[in-house]
């Protein structure tokens, strides 16, 4: 089993930056990734990064967010710059298994 702890969501306001964290309960040896959901829509991949830090995103996040992890402290960052109102959703860590294992979630909200 894997627990995973999202944190770093928040209020800001439109073109500000956020840095969200997960940590893992244990070393993870598979590609993690961050998912969003927002008010009504399906979950949607935002970012994936593989053991070897090989990284893949969502169209609509290049070039303003980024996805990094240190394996010395079991934890995967996303960081977001340039954020949008269409950005505002739930935002989840994933461990791409088998198996998987999905965070609590944490809250980004944009505000125009």
């Known amino acids: 089993q894997v627990q995973l702890v999202e944190s770093g969501g928040g209020l800001v306001q439109a073109g500000g930056s956020l840095r969200l964290s997960c940590v893992a309960s244990?070393?993870?040896?598979?590609?993690m990734g961050w998912y969003r959901q927002a008010p009504g829509k399906q979950r949607e991949l935002v970012a994936t990064?593989?053991?070897?830090?090989?990284?893949n995103y969502a169209d609509s996040v290049k070039g303003r967010f980024s996805i990094s992890r240190d394996n010395a402290k079991n934890t995967v960052y996303l960081q977001m710059n340039s954020l949008k109102p269409e950005d505002t959703a739930v935002y989840y860590c994933?461990?791409?298994?088998?198996?998987?294992?999905w965070g609590q979630g944490t809250q980004v909200t944009v505000s125009s």
């Open positions: 244990r070393i993870i040896f598979n590609a």
């Open positions: 990064i593989s053991i070897m830090s090989g990284t």
């Open positions: 994933k461990v791409l298994g088998p198996p998987e294992y």
